[in-house]
């Protein structure tokens, strides 16, 4: 059973910001350390400034509120608010199974 | 009074020109030549006694080895020689061997002469200086 | 077992519940503090704007985003939680794959440890250093300018990224030139050096056989009169002038040559005192030619007073020797203001500089001749009617280039010449003798 790859990678993800606005930055803080623990090397992550890109992004993505992570894959796709700071919940919003320890 | 006049020349050209103008001349006794400074140190070393040096220095500025001016210096350092009178001559005196050797304590700075008239004005001048 | 709708239904709701939680999820967000910025939909549905809750100065974000040096700020890990564009363009990654990624992947390897260093003393003090970041194919050499930020829960690190490229070639280029500068300035000093010797062979080596045809010539003249034919004696006499000229020669360019130097003493200099002590050593030659000299009242100038008297002695001593036989001569020497239009220029200090002319009523020369007669060695008349070793008016020139002035000359052939001394400097005095 293959893995499937979009890109040469397992997760596609796309992080919205504010600048650095204190969630923001929270956020950008946050999620890569939760993907470094338990998706190493499996992902590719971009993060979006809306303040310094094209805002049409935001419309085409349909964004309301920032920050915002997307999992574009595997589908399907799930969208996540806030500043990442409760790990379960970004874990089960990506579809990882793994139990939290006291290490997260 | 007959001072002992010693030239200090390397040309031996103007050694014999210095001795054909001033042999008829009763004031002054030529001393023999000599070809440069150090040659001048030499002789005046091996006089003994001070009364037998000579009253007049005259100094040619290009010489080999020790030229005039340097000549000029160390005469004025030395605390047995400084107070014999020095005078320097050359081809062209311009103003900057002037204003050097006069510094260095030269009675006179002269032109070498051409004719006659010349080296009997420019000996009557050197020795207004002793 | 569920039918077909009741799946599609079943997926529906799924999807519709899926939904509702993600629209729960934002207003619970929005409640609990955890949104930053609304997006907002612009006037008649076209763009967007960003309405932000937790403002990070908007002035200052305009002003980060804008500004031409790269700024990005470090969590305590290095990773980067915030980048403004220039620093995306400055390593050439989009600024999506900028932010969140570790710093140090921009920086080279060789300077990895000096980031290090640098990250490590920034929490403490602000650091400013160089280093070498990557910037595509290329290595981009940058300045850091490191600072603690204090944000609202957590301290981040901020570093402002300056490209020195630029710079760093100004420098390149700046050393190179002043190697150049270095390796022509060794060969003034040779050339000089060489100079030097010239003037020593000059003063001495070259003129000592011409004294000595001189001597032994006279000699042979005044000691074998009887002996000697008149015609002998014309001879002998033609031998003793040559050597005599060629010494008088030698000695010109010896001074010209000398003039190349830089080392004189500059102070005021009172032309009048200068013309006055050149007259007096004149007044063998004024009175045997009865030549009347009018002198106005002249400036005083900075300059040096040595060559300045070689100047006016050069003029003067020209405008008494290029007399015309049929007249008496009549010599005014005079300050004149500078007619700036005539000469072209346009100073801003024009109340400075003075003119002095020497005007005459002698041979002249043709006007087509004004700027070569300053030429070395430029002679206009045979060599049997006037003495000179055509060297005087360049002298001349050159001393008063030197001064930073100008000379110009008009003539008008049988009439008479003015030569006028343009030099800066200059304090008109009330002279009390004039």
């Not at chain 3, 999506?96 to 140090?104: G, I």
């Not at chain 3, 010896?254 to 004189?264: A, E, G, H, P, T």
Request: charged share 25%; proline share 3%; hydrophobic share 40%.
């Amino acid at each position: 059973m293959g893995i499937n790859k979009k890109d040469g990678f397992e997760y596609i993800l796309k992080l919205f910001v504010s600048g650095s606005s204190p969630n923001s930055i929270r956020a950008i803080s946050n999620l890569q350390k939760i993907l470094m623990k338990h998706l190493d090397g499996r992902y590719s992550l971009h993060v979006i400034d809306l303040h310094q890109e094209e805002k049409s992004i935001a419309g085409i993505e349909q964004i309301i509120a920032v920050p915002m992570l997307i999992k574009k894959f595997p589908l399907p796709e799930r969208r996540l608010i806030g500043d990442m700071s409760d790990t379960q919940k970004v874990l089960d919003g990506l579809g990882i199974f793994n139990r939290v320890t006291d290490e997260d | 009074m007959v001072r002992k006049v010693i030239l200090v020349e390397d040309d031996p050209d103007d050694r014999d020109l210095f001795i054909a103008f001033y042999a008829h001349r009763t004031d002054i006794k030529i001393l023999p030549s000599v070809g440069n400074g150090v040659e001048l140190i030499s002789f005046l070393e091996s006089i003994e006694a001070d009364e037998n040096l000579p009253h007049l220095i005259i100094l040619d500025q290009n010489m080999p080895l020790m030229n005039g001016k340097q000549t000029l210096d160390y005469l004025k350092s030395n605390s047995r020689y400084s107070k014999i009178p020095a005078v320097v001559y050359s081809t062209y005196a311009d103003t900057r061997l002037v204003l050097d050797c006069k510094k260095l304590g030269a009675g006179l700075v002269a032109s070498k002469p051409i004719d006659d008239e010349g080296y009997q004005k420019m000996m009557d001048d050197f020795l207004k200086v002793i | 077992m569920r039918t077909d709708s009741e799946n599609d239904l079943l997926a529906e709701i799924r999807r519709l519940q899926s939904q509702l939680d993600e629209a729960n999820d934002t207003l619970d967000a929005i409640r609990t503090g955890q949104v930053d910025a609304l997006v907002v939909n612009g006037h008649n549905g076209h763009g967007h704007t960003l309405f932000t809750l937790k403002t990070a100065d908007h002035a200052y974000r305009i002003f980060i985003e804008q500004m031409t040096e790269g700024a990005v700020t470090l969590n305590s890990s290095g990773l980067i939680i915030y980048s403004n564009s220039q620093f995306a363009s400055m390593v050439k990654v989009p600024l999506s794959n900028v932010l969140a990624e570790d710093f140090s992947t921009f920086v080279t390897d060789d300077c990895k440890e000096t980031f290090d260093r640098y990250f490590h003393t920034g929490w403490k003090e602000s650091v400013k250093g160089e280093l070498s970041i990557r910037s595509g194919d290329l290595i981009v050499p940058v300045l850091l300018s490191l600072y603690k930020l204090e944000l609202e829960e957590e301290v981040a690190l901020s570093i402002i990224v300056t490209d020195l490229s630029s710079q760093k070639e100004t420098e390149r280029e700046l050393t190179l030139k002043n190697q150049q500068l270095e390796s022509l300035n060794q060969a003034l000093i040779n050339s000089n050096h060489d100079l030097q010797q010239f003037a020593s062979v000059a003063s001495h080596d070259l003129q000592e056989p011409l004294r000595k045809i001189q001597v032994f010539s006279k000699f042979l003249k005044d000691r074998s009169t009887p002996e000697l034919s008149e015609q002998s004696k014309f001879y002998i006499e033609k031998i003793f002038s040559s050597a005599q000229r060629m010494r008088v020669l030698i000695i010109d360019i010896l001074n010209y040559s000398r003039l190349s130097k830089d080392d004189d003493n500059i102070e005021s200099v009172s032309l009048r005192n200068i013309i006055d002590e050149i007259l007096e050593d004149f007044d063998l030659k004024i009175s045997e030619r009865n030549a009347r000299i009018e002198i106005g009242d002249l400036p005083v100038v900075e300059g040096n007073a040595g060559q300045l008297r070689q100047v006016f002695y050069n003029l003067i001593i020209n405008a008494l020797k290029f007399v015309s036989p049929d007249r008496t001569p009549h010599i005014v020497i005079s300050a004149k203001p500078v007619n700036f239009r005539e000469l072209g220029i346009s100073l801003t200090n024009e109340s400075e500089y003075c003119c002095i002319s020497v005007v005459d009523n002698g041979i002249g020369f043709d006007e087509k001749f004004a700027t070569s007669i300053f030429n070395l060695f430029e002679k206009l008349n045979p060599k049997s009617t006037f003495e000179g070793s055509g060297i005087g008016l360049a002298i001349a020139k050159k001393i008063v280039d030197k001064h930073h002035g100008l000379i110009i000359a008009k003539s008008e052939k049988g009439i008479g010449s003015e030569f006028n001394i343009v030099l800066p400097h200059c304090h008109v005095k009330r002279n009390p003798n004039g």
